[in-house]
């Protein structure tokens, strides 16, 4: 059974870090390409990061690029989202998601073969 578990969200302080995790279980992560995406309610579920399946290439949304950084550890079959930096809009749930390249950047939420339950980020005094 194919299932992805977000974990590691919770309520920080504007300029703090947080750091992600998205556990898998049923497959193996190193065979897709990794997203992390984010919604807030009322919005479209936006795509903030992309890891290739080799893991050769990751990109990042402009509204995160230079705080958040993605990235995969194959033995833990877990993929992580380190957070620095947080403000008041990234405010939101996070969710993780597998599917083929691109997915989380060029490929919308659409596109996504699987999908976590998501976890609550919120960024407050």
């Known amino acids: 059974q194919f299932q992805l578990v977000e974990s590691g969200g919770g309520l920080v302080q504007p300029g703090g870090s947080l750091r992600l995790s998205c556990a898998a279980s049923?497959?193996?992560?190193?065979?897709?390409?990794v997203a992390w995406f984010r919604q807030v309610p009322g919005n479209e579920r936006e795509g903030i990061s992309c890891?290739?399946?080799?893991?050769?290439?990751?990109n990042y949304a402009d509204s995160v690029k230079g705080r958040f950084a993605a990235s995969r550890d194959s033995a833990k079959n877990t993929a992580f989202l380190e957070m620095n930096g947080l403000t008041s809009e990234d405010t939101a749930k996070y969710y993780c998601?597998?599917?083929?390249?691109?997915?989380?950047?060029?490929?919308?939420?659409?596109?996504?073969?699987?999908w976590g339950r998501g976890t609550q980020v919120t960024v407050s005094e």
């Open positions: 890891l290739s399946k080799s893991g050769e290439n990751i």
């Open positions: 998601a597998v599917g083929y390249d691109g997915l989380g950047c060029e490929k919308g939420p659409g596109y996504a073969l699987t």
């Open positions: 049923g497959f193996s992560l190193k065979n897709y390409a």
